[in-house]
């Protein structure tokens, strides 16, 4: 026990080897690296037809093949191949709240990229709340359960 009086003064620790590295690496290489990952989620979208796909295709959704229900992600390559191609409609029918939330995805992407790499604010970042992504969540796990129910008007989700 320090004597009455005495404070601890808080010491910063020592930077580690990451994030020195994170200090030096040049502002563009983030968006770039993020900008590869979702061009190559495109061209394997575009390049695999998942719409001609069935679930036991590879690569299949093992859920659906042992389960036969359809996982709270089942659809989002097809939804996402329709969107890219425009077709909105199938695109909702294959995942709905994928469809709802690209464009927000999208503004999110675009925004941060270019603040990055202007190094200034251009556009506005969107800030959501905490409860606003658990209202997200929850939704998507209503729409996970509600989706594989076998009656209408809910065996429309079923895909």
Known sequence: MPPY???YAYVTPP?????RLAERTPRWVSPLGLTA?????VAYTLLMRPTQAGAT???????????GFDCPGC???????????????????????LVFAAPFLAY?????TINRLANRKVLPMMQLSSGTLIGFLVAWL?????????WAPFDWLFV
């Not at 930077?15 to 994030?19: F, H, I, V, Y």
């Not at 990952?37 to 989620?41: A, D």
């Open 75 to 97: 659809g989002g390559t097809r939804a996402a191949w329709y969107l890219l191609h425009g077709d909105i409609p199938a695109a909702a029918h294959h995942h709905a709240m």
């Open 142 to 150: 209503i729409f996970s359960v509600v989706r594989n129910l076998p």
């Open 37 to 41: 990952l979702v061009s190559g989620g």
């Open 5 to 7: 009086g005495y404070q």
């Open 15 to 19: 930077k580690g080897r990451l994030a």
């Open 108 to 112: 999110m992407y675009a925004s941060w």
């Open 57 to 67: 295709d590879a690569p299949t959704c093992v859920m659906k093949l042992f389960t």
